[in-house]
């Protein structure tokens, strides 16, 4: 294969000051022609795919013929500018409207630095403000990929937490497992693994078999073992709850609930599908990424999970703290067998708590609009005016009238920030119509409010979320937690708190016993 090859979009993303100056000068741009927004930043992902993702030769490509081969290949989470790839004066599309784009590269991930972190930063800031008058690529465009592996993705980069003056020391460790876990962070061997953006989940069980080995005088097989599976569940708790609870009770809760449903996975029916390889392989059921996505390799590559937030330089207090509270009752979930799920959540079932093996965020849910019924969500389409085209990629719209083989439509922007969901449709494509095989105009499916099970009757709901495919295999469960709470700071005085997690009737997390 070649090399990777970039092209030059109109515009580029580096300097906006040149950037428009190039623009009005090559595409004869006048004070009287309507300008569109230009293209974003995007960052190449598919959720739970491979490492890389193909690209191909524009003036070669045939969309939809199997025996296309690749003329190279682009690393998960590199970043982007897309452009309209024209081939005879015709945006490059398969039979079903899907574009296939040109690209310039930022970075790519395989070789991105940190200091492409703020680069990103800075290149996408700059973008956003630039207006254009179509998303052409200029005449020296070769590669072209397909428009739905791009998303607006403003997360930059995240390497490492860098070590601060006011960084907090490691507390004291509350057993022996959690002490070599502690020790882990502390080690060269941790340090390696977030030196490079991609891999991260390999260079993690690297970094834990090597200190294994340089240990193995120092702690048993067997117990450095425990403290891995603990430490792989721990940074699954920590990053798949709601990490702005900090140390309230709530979180806390919700923490224990999260190391619940990875318990019963690993030890109540191990499951090969769910990333159970033996019965208590905690490892392998709390990171696999199609169960718990925070392990999808575009995500490790813009979080912290993999970073050592427990080493006593990190400047990584307030995470710390979180650890803290959360890891003496994880150890019970983990270890301690039926005894372990009555301390923790006491006073409950037991063959409930056996049974949650799933659960969901309804925030973090699918959004749907079944009072907006022509709102529509783009993954990747070719809007038209004329001889100009516009990119129309990751980002809903709001359908209007039918005209000229598509449709007129508006941007719209949800603003989420609220305890409703506030849509605001914004003329930025005036006159452009959209290709009429990427719009559906389909009710959405499994729609409730809030994202909650049916049944809760609320007064007024401020936002609808789609519900996972097994919301009916199972029952809802409120879980209650007895736990010591600090506030969401983790720095509010010591209080002993009664949190409870779930019912059907929660709008933040759902507990599910029974799922099959």
Same mark, same amino acid.
């Given at each position: 294969?070649?090399?990777?090859?970039?092209?030059?979009?109109?515009?580029?993303?580096?300097?906006?000051?040149?950037?428009?100056?190039?623009?009005?000068?090559?595409?004869?741009?006048?004070?009287?022609?309507?300008?569109?927004?230009?293209?974003? +930043?995007?960052?190449? &992902?598919?959720?739970?795919? =491979?490492?890389?993702?193909?690209? &191909?030769?524009?003036?070669? /490509?045939?969309?939809?013929?199997?025996?296309?081969?690749?003329?190279?290949?682009?690393?998960?989470?590199?970043?982007?500018?897309?452009?309209?790839?024209?081939?005879?004066?015709?945006?490059?599309?398969?039979?079903?409207?899907?574009? @296939?784009?040109? /690209?310039?590269? +930022? /970075?790519?991930?395989?070789?991105?630095?940190?200091?492409?972190?703020?680069? $990103?930063?800075?290149?996408?800031?700059?973008?956003?403000?630039?207006?254009? *008058?179509?998303?052409?690529?200029? #005449?020296?465009?070769?590669?072209?990929?397909?428009?739905?592996?791009? @998303? #607006?993705?403003?997360?930059?980069?995240?390497?490492?937490?860098?070590?601060?003056?006011?960084?907090?020391?490691?507390? =004291?460790?509350?057993?022996?497992?959690? !002490?070599?876990?502690?020790? $882990?962070?502390?080690?060269?061997?941790?340090?390696?693994?977030?030196?490079?953006?991609?891999?991260?989940?390999?260079?993690?069980?690297?970094?834990?078999?090597?200190?294994?080995?340089?240990?193995?005088? *120092?702690?048993?097989?067997?117990?450095?073992?425990?403290?891995?599976?603990?430490?792989?569940?721990?940074?699954?708790?920590?990053?798949?709850?709601?990490?702005?609870?900090?140390?309230?009770?709530?979180?806390?809760c919700e923490r224990n609930a999260i190391v619940l449903s990875i318990r019963n996975r690993a030890l109540e029916k191990c499951r090969e599908a769910q990333g159970c390889r033996f019965p208590g392989d905690f490892q392998g059921v709390s990171s696999k990424p199609n169960q &718990?996505?925070?392990?999808?390799?575009? +995500?490790?590559?813009?979080? !912290?999970?993999?970073?050592? /937030?427990?080493?006593?330089?990190?400047?990584?207090?307030?995470?710390?703290?979180? &650890?803290?509270?959360?890891?003496?009752? #994880?150890?019970?979930?983990?270890?301690?067998?039926?005894? !372990?799920?009555?301390?923790?959540?006491?006073?409950?079932?037991?063959?409930?708590?056996?049974?949650?093996?799933?659960? @969901?965020?309804?925030?973090?849910?699918?959004?749907?609009?079944?009072?907006?019924?022509?709102?529509?969500?783009?993954?990747?389409?070719?809007?038209?005016?004329?001889?100009?085209?516009?990119?129309?990629?990751?980002?809903?719209?709001?359908?209007?009238?039918?005209?000229?083989?598509?449709? +007129?439509?508006?941007?719209?922007?949800?603003?989420?920030?609220?305890?409703?969901?506030?849509?605001?449709?914004?003329?930025?494509?005036?006159?452009?119509?959209?290709?009429?095989?990427?719009?559906?105009?389909?009710? =959405?499916?499994?729609?409730?409010?809030? !994202?909650?099970?049916?049944?809760?009757?609320?007064?007024?709901?401020?936002? @609808?979320?789609?519900?996972?495919?097994?919301?009916?295999?199972?029952k809802p469960l409120q879980l209650t937690c007895r736990v010591q709470a600090t506030g969401a700071d983790c720095s509010d005085p010591v209080q002993p708190v009664t949190a409870r997690v779930g019912g059907k009737c929660d709008i933040e997390m759902q507990p599910f016993a029974?799922?099959?």
């Amino acid at each position: 294969m070649q090399q990777l090859r970039t092209n030059r979009c109109l515009p580029g993303p580096w300097s906006l000051a040149l950037t428009l100056a190039m623009l009005f000068a090559s595409s004869g741009a006048t004070a009287t022609t309507q300008t569109i927004p230009a293209t974003r +930043l995007m960052t190449v &992902y598919q959720f739970s795919g =491979p490492l890389e993702i193909p690209f &191909y030769d524009g003036r070669t /490509f045939r969309p939809g013929d199997r025996s296309n081969q690749p003329s190279g290949l682009i690393a998960q989470g590199s970043a982007v500018t897309p452009c309209v790839f024209l081939r005879n004066g015709k945006p490059l599309t398969d039979s079903n409207g899907t574009p @296939y784009v040109g /690209f310039d590269v +930022l /970075f790519d991930a395989r070789s991105a630095k940190p200091g492409d972190a703020d680069r $990103f930063a800075e290149a996408a800031a700059a973008r956003k403000q630039l207006t254009v *008058q179509h998303h052409h690529c200029d #005449a020296s465009a070769r590669n072209v990929m397909d428009a739905r592996y791009l @998303y #607006a993705l403003d997360k930059k980069p995240h390497f490492a937490f860098s070590a601060t003056a006011s960084a907090a020391t490691q507390q =004291p460790a509350t057993s022996a497992v959690d !002490g070599i876990v502690k020790a $882990f962070h502390d080690s060269p061997q941790c340090a390696s693994i977030n030196r490079h953006l991609t891999e991260r989940r390999a260079a993690l069980e690297r970094a834990w078999d090597n200190f294994t080995r340089i240990n193995a005088k *120092q702690w048993s097989p067997h117990l450095t073992e425990r403290a891995k599976q603990l430490d792989y569940v721990m940074r699954t708790a920590l990053y798949e709850g709601h990490l702005d609870r900090g140390c309230n009770a709530y979180g806390a809760c919700e923490r224990n609930a999260i190391v619940l449903s990875i318990r019963n996975r690993a030890l109540e029916k191990c499951r090969e599908a769910q990333g159970c390889r033996f019965p208590g392989d905690f490892q392998g059921v709390s990171s696999k990424p199609n169960q &718990y996505n925070i392990w999808d390799e575009y +995500l490790l590559q813009s979080s !912290g999970i993999t970073s050592c /937030f427990l080493a006593k330089d990190s400047g990584a207090g307030r995470l710390q703290k979180m &650890y803290q509270q959360s890891v003496k009752d #994880a150890v019970s979930l983990m270890f301690d067998g039926h005894r !372990g799920l009555n301390r923790v959540f006491s006073g409950q079932s037991l063959q409930d708590l056996k049974q949650v093996r799933h659960y @969901y965020h309804p925030p973090a849910m699918g959004s749907c609009f079944p009072n907006h019924k022509r709102i529509e969500y783009i993954s990747g389409a070719i809007a038209r005016n004329g001889t100009r085209h516009a990119l129309i990629v990751n980002t809903r719209i709001g359908v209007e009238s039918a005209h000229q083989g598509g449709y +007129l439509f508006r941007s719209a922007r949800i603003d989420k920030t609220g305890p409703t969901d506030v849509i605001a449709l914004s003329d930025d494509y005036h006159a452009f119509v959209i290709d009429a095989r990427k719009i559906a105009l389909r009710a =959405p499916r499994r729609c409730a409010p809030f !994202g909650t099970p049916s049944g809760c009757g609320f007064r007024n709901v401020g936002r @609808y979320r789609k519900t996972p495919s097994w919301i009916s295999d199972g029952k809802p469960l409120q879980l209650t937690c007895r736990v010591q709470a600090t506030g969401a700071d983790c720095s509010d005085p010591v209080q002993p708190v009664t949190a409870r997690v779930g019912g059907k009737c929660d709008i933040e997390m759902q507990p599910f016993a029974g799922v099959r």
